[in-house]
Nanobody, 126 residues
Framework: QVQLVESGGGLVQIGGSLRLSCAAS????????TGWFRQAPGKEREFVAG????????KYANSVKGRFTVSRDGAKNTVYLQMNNVKPEDTAVYYC???????????????????WGQGTQVTVSS
């Protein structure tokens, strides 16, 4: 069973950048599609970005398209979320999740994912 650990969160100013990491142990990301989700206080968990199991496809929420980039380093068994030009509405706890069922696609529903990390807080300040 794969374990996921996020890191890289913190306080960042509007327009700044941050890179989140999701490290896997007990399994390889090459066997999972990986999604990044976020949850702000009082809101539901929402899909942010994801990369397919075969690494060929990525998907982004409209709210982050053009600002965030998801990538994977197989050698380090780590998935990244590069966040550029951040906005106050990006403030949330960010989670990575792994799905073992799909190969070519990225699913956006949290219920489709089997494994979750503990989350890392991102706070965007003015």
């Amino acid at each position: 069973q794969v374990q996921l650990v996020e890191s890289g969160g913190g306080l960042v100013q509007i327009g700044g950048s941050l890179r989140l990491s999701c490290a896997a142990s007990g399994g390889t990301f090459m066997r999972y599609s990986t999604g990044w989700f976020r949850q702000a206080p009082g809101k539901e968990r929402e899909f942010v970005a994801g990369i397919s199991r075969n690494g060929a496809s990525t998907k982004y929420a409209n709210s982050v398209k053009g600002r965030f980039t998801v990538s994977r380093d197989g050698a380090k068994n780590t998935v990244y979320l590069q966040m550029n030009n951040v906005k106050p509405e990006d403030t949330a706890v960010y989670y990575c999740a792994a799905d073992s069922d799909t190969l070519f696609t990225v699913l956006v529903a949290p219920t489709e994912y089997d494994y979750w990390g503990q989350g890392t807080q991102v706070t965007v300040s003015s």
